[in-house]
């Protein structure tokens, strides 16, 4: 038999990412592919940055989508922030600390850890400490949104910190951009990194960068060469930068950066503030059916991401059984607790598109229906109804 066209099922993902995707994205994505120096591929490059700098609310000249997807966003601030020999503070309160930590290592830096448990967000007070026993750290690393946990933390606060101690500061918003405030200016972020799969629902594979200029002039006075040739960011920017002269780097994905064009106009239309409240809004509605079924959330009230909630899973409940049902019988997909948090939580993620009551109200009609099956103590339709009134 010879293989034929894929044709993947239809599914809501209300997962840690991807997702779903807007159609208006998919059809950008077919539109007809042009040279990656085709003078309205380059307009249309410039416009991606204004619309980049929308996003990230920054007004940084360095502003870009990485062609790859959200881990090499994280390691283009990394590879070029740090230098052989330099300490850098990684923040760790879930997976992707841990992932910053590999990155810092694989650059010949020093990471210096300041753990916080899973589920809590990074405590200022331990981040000073570290600060004050390592006066001489180059680079404070922290996750805004840890997508493992479902944590937000105070970015604004740990920045300031970073500062008052002379150092830089890389920032993963790969979970928080569009869903909840990412402030780059206000904040006085040096490096972050996004990702164009979480809450900007676009395809996966792509990662909005931003540097500011103190960050630029750290760049530009290092003494080793950046250790990735891709990402160094000396020789993307002559593609991305040069005011009407690009140089070719490498061929962008063309088609992909369609779709990332497209999910930023999305984004500009309904307004970022509003994008914000919107997910606010349906984090509510499903709070209020998740607590009236009787189930808990694994992080505190004044810490929980809208868009990505951890739910403790009931005890006596067999994880894996209650996901595939919920994928098989109602081609819903939500995410399994990482790491430490295996088998403990369900990760539901009420991102960009898919951040709707419609959405919300299909997750709860489907959860109950299958925890009820499993012999759990539920009334049907309380969950639909209470979400509903709270929305
Ligand atoms: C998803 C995610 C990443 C990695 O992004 P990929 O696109 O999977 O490489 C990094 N950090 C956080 C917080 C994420 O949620």
């Known amino acids: 038999m010879p293989i034929t066209s894929f044709h993947p099922p239809v599914r809501i993902l209300l997962g840690p990412g991807p997702s779903d995707v807007n159609p208006r994205i998919l059809e950008a994505l077919s539109r007809p592919t042009i040279g990656h120096l085709d003078p309205s591929f380059i307009t249309m490059m410039d416009e991606m940055k204004i619309l980049l700098q929308y996003a990230f609310q920054t007004r940084n000249d360095l502003t870009f989508a990485v062609s ?6 994280m390691e283009t601030c990394f590879v070029n ?7 850098v503070i990684v923040c760790q309160n879930g997976v992707f600390g841990g992932r910053m930590k ?21 405590d200022p007070n331990k981040l000073e400490e570290a600060l004050k026993s390592h006066p001489d750290t180059k680079v404070v690393a922290f996750v805004h949104a840890e997508t493992s946990t479902g944590a937000q933390s105070d970015a604004k606060t740990l920045v300031e910190l970073a500062h008052r101690y002379g150092c830089l ?4 918003t790969v979970t928080s951009l569009g869903g909840s405030p ?5 904040w006085g972020v040096d490096a972050v990194y996004s990702g164009s799969q979480k809450c ?4 996966p594979g792509l990662s909005p960068v931003s540097f500011n200029e103190r960050a630029v002039a750290r760049i530009q006075a290092r003494k080793t060469k950046a250790q990735s040739w891709f990402l160094d960011l000396g020789l993307v920017k002559s593609y991305w930068g040069g005011a009407g002269k690009r140089a070719y780097h490498h061929t962008a994905p063309i088609n992909a950066l369609y779709g990332l064009h497209e999910a930023l106009v999305i984004l500009q239309e309904e307004g970022i503030e509003e994008s914000w409240a919107r997910h606010q809004r349906n984090h509510q509605a499903l709070r209020a059916g998740i607590e009236a079924m009787g189930l808990a959330f694994a992080v505190k009230k004044e810490s929980r991401l809208p868009q990505l909630n951890a739910i403790i899973i009931p005890e006596g409940i067999n994880d894996a059984v209650v996901r595939t049902q919920l994928l098989q019988k109602y081609g819903l997909e939500i995410g399994a607790g990482l790491g430490e948090m295996a088998g403990k939580i369900w990760r ?3 991102m960009g598109y898919g951040s709707n009551l419609r959405n919300v109200l299909i997750f709860l009609s489907a959860l109950e229906t299958v925890l009820k099956e499993l012999g759990a103590n539920i009334e049907l339709g309380v969950a639909t109804r209470v979400a509903a009134e709270a929305a």
Do not use: F, Y
Request: with cysteine.
């Open 102 to 122: 590999e990155n810092a290592e694989r650059c010949g830096a020093i990471p210096i850890m300041v753990q916080d448990s899973w589920g809590d967000p990074v």
């Open 182 to 186: 990412v402030k780059i200016d206000e």
């Open 348 to 350: 539901i993620g009420i």
């Open 81 to 87: 922030l740090l230098e052989p020999g330099d300490k």
């Open 200 to 203: 900007l629902s676009c395809t």
């Open 169 to 172: 500061t890389i920032v993963d």
């Open 68 to 73: 790859a997807p959200g881990s090499a966003g």
